[in-house]
Nanobody, 125 residues
Framework: QVQLVESGGGLVQAGGSLRLSCAAS????????MGWFRQAPGKEREFVAR????????FYADSVKGRFTISRDNAKNTVYLQMNSLKPEDTAVYYC??????????????????WGQGTQVTVSS
């Protein structure tokens, strides 16, 4: 089992920044990659960004490309999401997820094995 704990959410004005963190614990050996997803009220959970654990290769949803940056600290088993130029449409609960024992890191929910409890991000206009 892997436990994930997100932090860093909050209320920010449009144009502002937030940095989310997600710390993994438990059976983290074998982690292939980690990702961030978000879910706005009344909408499906959607992919935001992902990063491969060994090479640090990143991939972003078009809606956040150029504004968000995903990074990781392997020694701390932690992944980060730096969010700049935030927009009201970025308002959502943000979830981190970990993929283990995979050969390909994808962007779908079923590509990930463990999920955090989520952290609320609210962007006011």
């Amino acid at each position: 089992q892997v436990q994930l704990v997100e932090s860093g959410g909050g209320l920010v004005q449009a144009g502002g920044s937030l940095r989310l963190s997600c710390a993994a614990s438990g059976r983290t050996f074998g982690t292939y990659g980690m990702g961030w997803f978000r879910q706005a009220p009344g909408k499906e959970r959607e992919f935001v960004a992902r990063i491969s654990w060994s090479e640090g290769i990143t991939f972003y949803a078009d809606s956040v490309k150029g504004r968000f940056t995903i990074s990781r600290d392997n020694a701390k088993n932690t992944v980060y999401l730096q969010m700049n130029s935030l927009k009201p449409e970025d308002t959502a609960v943000y979830y981190c997820a970990v993929a283990q024992q995979r050969s390909i890191l994808g962007s779908a929910r079923f590509d990930y094995d463990y999920w955090g409890q989520g952290t609320q991000v609210t962007v006011s206009s």
